[in-house]
């Protein structure tokens, strides 16, 4: 069989020799099915893939992971805590591209036993532009229903069903599963208007502020109390009959204040339309939850002045943008999204101070109760903590942080007590101090209990002296700090038109690189494996970031699916590499690397070398010049060290593409960008 290397080639392979590219994964000569593109495995019928899992898995297993009544353990169920994170290789999945939850088993299979964990963003019902960050309650989001399954396995008739099953399965393929956990919700979300006592609130009229004192949620509960009364429940349970009873959770639950409020879960439309005539009533007297911001100063919001910066919904309501008072570099608002009022505010927040030594307990414990219930419910092994760079405190991170100090904190304390080895993965940079937040982001994480952090490695041209200086530096945060930055490949929110420039070029190099860089994590997102270079942007279909919303118009608008790439080329040559990574992964898996040549900005030649503890007769090399070919490197003295030049003197002559004369070993034709691995 002729081994493909374009996409017409990998597609003709598949459909003329399914069987014979199954049976490797079958038999176990290998971790995943070759030759089969993402694209193509997410279209496998349902009966081919339960026929697979069956004999993969075995019978009892896979009827055991199919049933959504059981529970099958995690790989990590036995570990002590979450540091596992520090080294595991991550695979971050935008669900909305792949359309269903069932679909993630499908694009499993194209997944090495080296990628062995999954993060799946955010599940939950989606609020303005449906956006994926958004969550407009805390329903599991229909639109990752799969009727297919639910066809074939009647049973699986609920999306919380097809969930459970489909993190069995994999738990049962040896990955684990992470979720998102969101500091924030739609800003007029169920969750917000079922319960304004967990948000802050303030009142606009047009350009103006009115009021954004402590307390205007007390307002805001008779407001909507009062259209309660008015337009009757909408179902017909018993609720208490006053303003204060009706929002305190012990006396009513808040399931059923959602049920009063806004109707039946299995009624999607009608509880939106409920939840528009509540907004329409507090938007009429101008009251609004306060928009989440980022970066310092955070906190001093005003209303755009600007007549052209603002939103007309489909029901004609005017919203108003709104910006920081006094900005910084960084500084944003997200006008769709409302955060948790996690601290009482000082002075009557006339200033917009929040108090940090007065914690408000109550909204802290809810919101990591309903995470607690997401991650025993479905099982989820970890959390991937958005907008963990958030530190608002101006004087930087407390000397000895106590658990109300990060909300992502809590939650993970809170859950580790039911689930000792659940671990906490943070979306963070690593800028530069008082840039996206106060302080210095490094001395957050540890405050944050942080395991593992994504890093921006994803935004920097392989090669460049940023790039190398930045890794760097990671590689030592991972040796000396109690959390451990990611290599990181691709990021669903990365893949968007602005960040093209990062993968012209040097692709195979990232996953070479966070494959066999052992002793740190790595991340990539789905359609990384087929992505075709843009030179200049290709339509909005082709980026997965474009599908964290639902846009039909302006410049984040998607007109259809999400569109794979054509990239056969790019697939063929990391294939290779996850083959070998395969192959070596039993004897490298949490080892420590050793440099022979380091990553430094002194490296002329952008050359590094390593050799990885239990593997000592392999050699890695990288030529991260993805623009000039190495025809000739000394690998001598200060270059490369004492310990390589004796490996090469000891062993030059069984390797490739490396010659001897008159004592200096040179690498012949590294070309750029391009990774070898010795075995000597």
């Not at 639950?253 to 409020?261: K, Y």
């Not at 569109?563 to 070998?580: P, S």
């Amino acid at each position: 069989m002729n081994i493909p290397n374009t996409h017409d080639d990998f597609c003709q392979l598949w459909a003329n020799n399914q069987q014979h590219l199954i049976a490797p994964y079958l038999n176990g000569q290998s971790q995943f099915i070759p030759h089969l593109l993402p694209e193509l495995a997410v279209k496998i019928p349902t009966a081919q893939i339960a026929y697979l899992l069956e004999r993969k898995l075995g019978q009892a297993t896979f009827y055991q992971a199919i049933n959504p009544n059981n529970t099958v353990d995690s790989p990590v169920k036995s570990l002590p805590d979450g540091q596992w994170l520090k080294t595991v290789n991550m695979v971050g999945i935008n669900v909305r591209t792949i359309q269903s939850f069932w679909n993630v088993v499908k694009y499993s299979l194209t997944l090495p036993a080296s990628q062995s964990s999954i993060h799946l963003l955010p599940i939950w019902e989606c609020g303005v532009v449906a956006s994926l960050y958004g969550m407009a309650g805390w329903n599991i989001n229909p639109e990752f229903y799969d009727a297919e399954l639910a066809s074939y396995y009647p049973h699986l008739d609920t999306v919380e069903k097809q969930l459970k099953v489909v993190v069995n399965i994999l738990h049962a393929l040896g990955k684990t599963v992470g979720m998102d956990v969101i500091p924030h919700t739609d800003r007029y979300s169920e969750i917000a208007l079922a319960n304004p006592q967990y948000f802050e609130w303030l009142q606009r009229k047009e350009f103006e502020i009115l009021n954004h004192e402590e307390n205007l949620h007390l307002k805001v509960q008779e407001r909507i109390f009062e259209f309660l009364q008015k337009v009757g429940a909408s179902v017909d349970i018993p609720y208490p009959d006053n303003v204060q009873a009706f929002f305190d959770n012990t006396q009513i639950s808040e399931s059923d204040r959602i049920l009063v409020l806004f109707g039946q879960k299995k009624d999607l439309w009608g509880r939106n339309g409920r939840r528009n005539q509540f907004i329409s009533y507090l938007f009429e007297e101008g009251y609004e939850p306060v928009p989440a911001t980022m970066a310092p100063p955070y906190r001093g919001l005003a209303v755009d002045p600007h007549d052209e910066a603002k939103t007309v919904d489909e029901d004609g309501r005017v919203w108003r943008d709104y910006v920081i008072a006094k900005p910084q570099a960084m500084s944003r608002v997200f006008g769709p999204l409302g955060r948790f009022k996690l601290h009482e505010a000082k002075n009557n927040n006339a200033d917009w101070e929040i108090d940090f030594e007065k914690p408000r307990v109550e909204v802290w414990e809810y919101v990591a109760n309903r995470y607690l219930s997401f991650a025993l419910d479905f099982n989820f092994d970890f959390m991937r903590g958005d907008m963990s760079h958030v530190q608002m405190r101006p004087e930087g991170t407390p000397e000895n942080p106590d658990l109300y100090y990060d909300i992502h904190k809590y939650i993970k304390h809170f859950i580790r007590q039911h689930k000792p080895s659940f671990g906490y993965f943070a979306e963070s940079f690593l800028a530069p101090p008082n840039e996206m937040a106060y302080g210095v982001e490094e001395e957050h994480l540890e405050g944050s209990d942080t395991d593992s952090t994504l890093g921006d490695l994803q935004s920097m041209v392989v090669g460049s002296p940023r790039f190398i200086a930045e890794f760097a530096r990671y590689h030592e945060l991972a040796q000396t700090r109690s959390f451990a930055p990611n290599f990181t490949i691709m990021t669903a929110d990365k893949d968007d038109p602005r960040f093209d420039e990062f993968y012209l070029k040097g692709n195979e190099l990232r996953l070479f690189m966070a494959l066999f860089l052992t002793d740190m994590p790595s991340y990539m997102s789905l359609g990384y494996e087929q992505r075709d270079p843009h030179p200049v942007p290709a339509p909005n279909e082709n980026y997965t970031k474009l599908y964290v919303f639902q846009l039909d118009e302006g410049p984040k608008a998607t007109h259809g699916p999400y569109i794979w790439g054509k990239n056969g080329t790019l697939f063929h040559n990391l294939e290779q590499i996850k083959v070998i990574a395969d192959q070596l992964m039993p004897k490298i898996i949490h080892q420590k690397i050793h440099w022979l040549i380091s990553p430094s900005a002194e490296n002329q030649h952008k050359v590094i070398a390593w050799k990885i503890e239990g593997l000592g007769n392999y050699v890695f090399l990288a030529n991260l010049d993805i623009e000039q070919d190495i025809t000739a490197i000394e690998l001598k003295g200060a270059l490369i060290g004492t310990e390589l030049k004796n490996i090469f003197s000891t062993f030059a002559s069984p390797l490739q593409n490396v010659t001897q004369s008159n004592g200096v070993f040179i690498v012949n034709s590294l070309l750029a960008g391009e990774c070898k691995i010795f075995e000597l």
